[in-house]
């Protein structure tokens, strides 16, 4: 079993749906959890993380956190063409700097 | 300041070449991470150097991968008698101890032919 499972089916959805992503993971050891933004051709940019559980909000995006089911979730409202990117979950253990477990990825298209 | 850099962006070789990935990462940060991103995959760690401790190279796939890091400055990635399957992106980032985010650089994209 992968430590971080990731669904990598794209994702088409008009603009201004809600879009919805999820991961879930193996290692109870994980105490950071990040969703990060990855345009065509760029490294990926971090875009929200969390640490343990709960919820996390910014701006059109909300992420949360279940360590009790191991899963976490990024949802964006109002979905913009801008949108459109993969977006990869992470997620590392205690320490601060620990390397990263990647999720495949989701590709996100909004049509306009 | 000027983020992670990484040359060249683009790399083509024919099999049973060694090739040489150079990352720059930002002034000052102390930790710099290699990981590896084929077509399709997440990205799948390879080495990670924290100041002037060992490195975790726990990542490195084969012993034909091996990385160098002199301090807190440039670090170059080399893969020796290159395969087809180390057709990938390779991507390089640093974090320093201001914020919890790893700074990625744009990556450079191995074509082995």
């Known amino acids: 079993q992968k430590e971080v499972e990731q669904d990598p089916g794209p994702l088409s959805v008009p603009e201004g749906a809600i879009v919805s992503l999820n991961c879930t993971y193996s290692?109870?050891?994980?105490?950071?959890f990040m969703w990060y933004r990855q345009y065509s051709r760029k490294g990926p940019e971090l875009l929200m993380y969390?640490?343990?559980?709960g919820n996390k909000e910014d701006g059109r995006f909300t992420a949360q956190v279940d360590k009790s089911s191991k899963y976490i979730s990024l949802f964006i409202r109002d979905s913009q063409p801008s949108d459109s990117a993969t977006y990869l979950c992470?997620?590392?253990?205690?320490?601060?700097?620990?390397?990263?477990?990647f999720g495949k990825g989701n590709q996100v298209v909004v049509i306009p | 300041g000027a983020g992670v850099s990484q040359s060249p962006s683009n790399k083509v070789t024919e099999k049973g070449k060694d090739v040489e990935l150079r990352c720059d990462p930002i002034?000052?940060?102390?930790?710099l991470y290699w990981y590896r991103q084929r077509l399709g995959q997440g990205l799948e760690f390879l080495i990670y150097?924290?100041?002037?401790?060992?490195?975790?190279k726990s990542g490195l796939p084969s012993d034909r991968f091996s990385a160098e890091r002199t301090g807190e400055s440039v670090s170059t990635l080399t893969i020796q008698r290159t395969q087809q399957e180390d057709s990938a992106v390779y991507l390089c980032?640093?974090?320093?101890?201001?914020?919890?985010?790893?700074?990625f650089g744009p990556g450079t994209r191995l074509t082995v032919t």
């Open positions: 992470a997620m590392s253990g205690y320490r601060v700097g620990d390397r990263l477990a």
């Open positions: 290692n109870s050891a994980f105490q950071y």
């Open positions: 969390t640490y343990s559980s």
């Open positions: 002034s000052g940060h102390t930790a």
């Open positions: 150097f924290q100041g002037n401790s060992a490195p975790d």
């Open positions: 980032a640093s974090w320093g101890t201001e914020t919890y985010e790893q700074y």
